[in-house]
């Protein structure tokens, strides 16, 4: 069955400091994989995406990824974390055609002064 | 360009009520996704339309049903409100196989 687990339920950092957020993944198919962030009370934005080639991808904000098969992971990564960055990622699998999405259980980011 | 829309914002129901959600895709999408959000958790997918017919379905009782109509927009029907039902109710539009863009969600609570 496909799952995603994003096995941190809240990080705390200090503004400035680098952050990765861990996720990892079980797919039957090729993996189309996802991050998307949701603040308070919003909707979910897509922060990146990869579907295939290059296995680190940037996105929006500052944020990258990297895609790596052997470990069935894709880990959010920010050198430099703004007071804005705090909210809640969702690590996400899919795949070709359109599939639904599934979903981790989120991670909550806190970011301090 | 508009991106995904959806009414209302907020609503609450009591228990045995029906309730309908509404979604206007972004533009030049075709294909609406259905996700309930219940607090604390992921989303989880309920249902897909395209073409105006419900194209896959996620473990969701018949309860819930929908429809898409031939802009695109697409309505959410849940029946007989449960009180687990409460959650953000999220719609996500795509064209073709790109990846989906979701709209700010309404929240649902049933009493």
């Known amino acids: 069955a496909q799952s995603v687990t994003q096995p941190d339920i809240h990080i705390t950092v200090s503004e400035g400091a680098s952050l990765e957020l861990r996720c990892n993944y079980s797919?039957?198919?090729?993996?189309?994989l996802f991050w998307y962030v949701q603040s308070p009370g919003q909707g979910l934005q897509l922060l990146l995406k990869y579907f295939s080639g290059d296995t680190l991808v940037q996105g929006i904000k500052g944020f990258e990824a990297e895609f790596k098969r052997s470990q069935s992971s894709f880990n959010l990564r920010k050198p430099s974390v703004h007071w804005s960055d705090a909210a809640e990622y969702f690590c996400a699998v899919g795949a070709e055609g359109n599939t639904p999405l599934v979903f981790g259980k989120g991670t909550r980011l806190s970011v301090i002064a | 360009d508009a991106g995904v829309t959806q009414s209302p914002t907020h609503l609450i129901k009591t228990r045995g009520q029906q309730v309908t959600l509404r979604c206007s895709p972004k533009?030049?999408?075709?294909?609406v996704s259905w996700y309930q959000q219940a607090l604390g958790q992921g989303p989880q997918f309920i249902f897909q339309?395209?073409?105006?017919?419900?194209?896959q379905r996620g473990n969701f009782p018949d309860r819930f049903s929908g429809h898409q109509f031939p802009n695109y927009s697409s309505e959410l029907n849940v029946n007989a409100l449960l009180l687990g039902d409460s959650a953000l109710y999220l719609c996500?539009?795509?064209?073709?196989?790109?990846?989906?863009?979701f709209g700010p969600g309404t929240r649902l609570t049933v009493t």
């Open positions: 797919y039957g198919a090729t993996p189309y």
């Open positions: 996500a539009s795509s064209e073709g196989t790109r990846e989906q863009y």
């Open positions: 533009s030049g999408h075709d294909t």
């Open positions: 339309y395209y073409e105006e017919e419900e194209r």
